[in-house]
C-alpha cells in the first residue's frame, strides 16, 4: 500500500529541505501556498521544493475535493522515507518525543480535514 523506505535517502546538507520536511512533521496536510509561508518562500520556490521531496520519495500528496472548497486542495505529508530522512539529519530522539508521526495518525487527521489558517500566522507559533 505504500512505498518501502529509502534508508539512503540523505537531505542532512539540505537545509530548505530539512525545513520543508520538518514543517511537514509538525503540521502534516499543508498545501505548497502554506508550506512557503512557513519557509518564507514564494509558491513557486514551495511547489519546487515539494516536487523535488516528491521525487524523492519523502513527501506524498492526497487531493481532498469538496464542495465546501473553492477547488480540490492538494495536500503534502511526510512518507515514511522523509520522516527517516528527517531523522537522519536531527536527532531522531529528539524528533520522536517532540512530533511524534504516524500513519494512524495521519488516517484520523485525513478524515477530520479542515483548511488551516494562513500560514503565514502559524510562522510566529512554531519558529523558524
Do not use: I
Amino acid at each position: 500500500m505504500h512505498a518501502p523506505v529509502r534508508p539512503n535517502v540523505v537531505v542532512s546538507g539540505e537545509t530548505g529541505m530539512v525545513a520543508a520536511l520538518g514543517w511537514l512533521a509538525r503540521l502534516p496536510l499543508l498545501t505548497a501556498s502554506q508550506l512557503g509561508g512557513l519557509l518564507g518562500r514564494d509558491d513557486y520556490t514551495a511547489r519546487a521544493l515539494l516536487a523535488a521531496a516528491h521525487g524523492r520519495g519523502l513527501v506524498a500528496p492526497v487531493v481532498v475535493d469538496s464542495p465546501e472548497f473553492p477547488a480540490a486542495l492538494r495536500l503534502y505529508y511526510l512518507t515514511e522515507t522523509g520522516v527517516a530522512a528527517l531523522a537522519h539529519a536531527s536527532s531522531p530522539a529528539a524528533w520522536c518525543a517532540r512530533w511524534p508521526v504516524s500513519r494512524a495518525e495521519l488516517l484520523a487527521r485525513l478524515r477530520t480535514v479542515d483548511v488551516p489558517p494562513d500560514a503565514s500566522k502559524l510562522r510566529g507559533l512554531f519558529g523558524r
